[in-house]
């Protein structure tokens, strides 16, 4: 089953924040998420583990909370370079290791 | 390192009409995987290889056959090419199962 993200798209100004949500009905294991921008190939951000960890890398964050089964991204103080679309990969248990992708949300950022 | 590689980067076919998509990686990787991403449909697992030697359906695997030549090469053929199956196809590869992927810059293809 496809994972559900929300919002389907959103834009913001520079330096506004964001939270990007995705949703699984079956047990998962860990959540990917990557970045594409238009017409090029996606770009790992971050995996998170099952246990509730947060993890991140300059102001991209991002928490999984295991008994609901879904995973927020935050982006902080939002730069111009964040525009793309963010996609989350779920790995369920049993499902060795294969990935099923959300449908993305398109982020813009505007000056 | 050039990373993952694919050709070729673009391709029209007639229906019916056969092709191999290429694709190889320079970074010692375990895992490979071939994706299609349709408008508004995300990334679909087409096949995958965990391994040398192992192949492994993906989520739509229908219509297609994959070769994991060695660890560095992985293909994808297409028998009988049909206009379902026009769309951009990526390969990516990670370091063993469960990790952070790392994607080919696509090949887009065009069945008439």
């Known amino acids: 089953q496809q994972p559900v993200q929300s919002p389907q798209a959103v834009i913001l100004r520079e330096g506004e924040d964001a939270v990007i949500n995705c949703s699984s009905s079956?047990?998962?294991?860990?959540v990917h998420w990557y970045r594409q921008k238009h017409g090029e190939a996606p770009v790992f951000l971050m995996i998170?583990?099952?246990?509730?960890e947060q993890k991140g890398h300059d102001k991209i964050s991002a928490s999984f909370n295991e008994k609901k089964q879904q995973s927020s991204l935050y982006l902080t103080a939002s730069q111009l370079s964040y525009s793309g679309t963010y996609f989350c990969g779920t790995e369920g248990w049993g499902s060795n290791y294969k990935l099923t992708f959300g449908k993305g949300t398109l982020l813009t950022v505007n000056p | 390192n050039a990373g993952v590689t694919q050709t070729p980067k673009f391709q029209v076919l007639k229906t019916g009409q056969s092709m191999t998509l290429q694709c190889a990686q320079d970074m010692n990787h375990n895992s490979m995987y071939w994706y299609r991403q349709d408008p508004g449909m995300g990334l679909r697992l087409i096949y995958y290889?965990?391994?040398?030697?192992?192949?492994d359906k993906g989520e739509v695997p229908n219509g297609y056959n994959v070769s994991r030549l060695n660890k560095r090469e992985f293909s994808l053929r297409l028998e009988s090419a049909a206009p379902s199956q026009t769309s951009v196809y990526f390969c990516?590869?990670?370091?063993?199962?469960?990790?952070?992927?790392?994607f080919g810059p696509g090949t887009r293809l065009t069945v008439t």
């Open positions: 079956k047990a998962l294991y860990s």
């Open positions: 998170l583990l099952k246990g509730g």
């Open positions: 990516a590869s990670s370091e063993d199962r469960g990790r952070e992927q790392y």
């Open positions: 290889s965990a391994s040398e030697g192992t192949t």
